[in-house]
């Protein structure tokens, strides 16, 4: 297992085996399927928007569940991740008072979740009773 060097001489990088290429496979399928859940539950409680001050209800009523629904629908065949970060793009269809009351602090709790419950997605232990290694 000497790894690959590359063509400029930096030291050769280390293969994973295929045991851990598959945990890694099997841990991202958990993860993308811990973000969809997260995503669902929203769904389930179009009441959270519009909120109270909402400056536009009808709009914002009308973008929540196409949005929630894209979100949990998200092409992972490219492995991009994106959906995880702050959705400014998707965001940008609530009024201001949704967007800070509703949509964005439900991303920063699902991401918190997320984050919480990585390393058992790949079973391992849970963050406290991880060990800082040097590699």
Known sequence: MNGIGSE??????????PEARSACAVGRERLIQHVRAEFLKCLYTPSICPVKNCQSPPKCKAAFL??????CLWDTSDGDMHVLETPVDVASEFCKECRSKVLL???EETVRKLWNALPTFFDLPHWDELVDLDV
Request: hydrophobic residues 25%; without cysteine; neutral net charge.
């Open 105 to 107: 602090p439900f991303f």
């Open 8 to 17: 400029d001489g930096d030291p050769p990088r280390r293969e994973l085996t």
């Open 66 to 71: 196409p949005t929630i629904s894209k979100l």
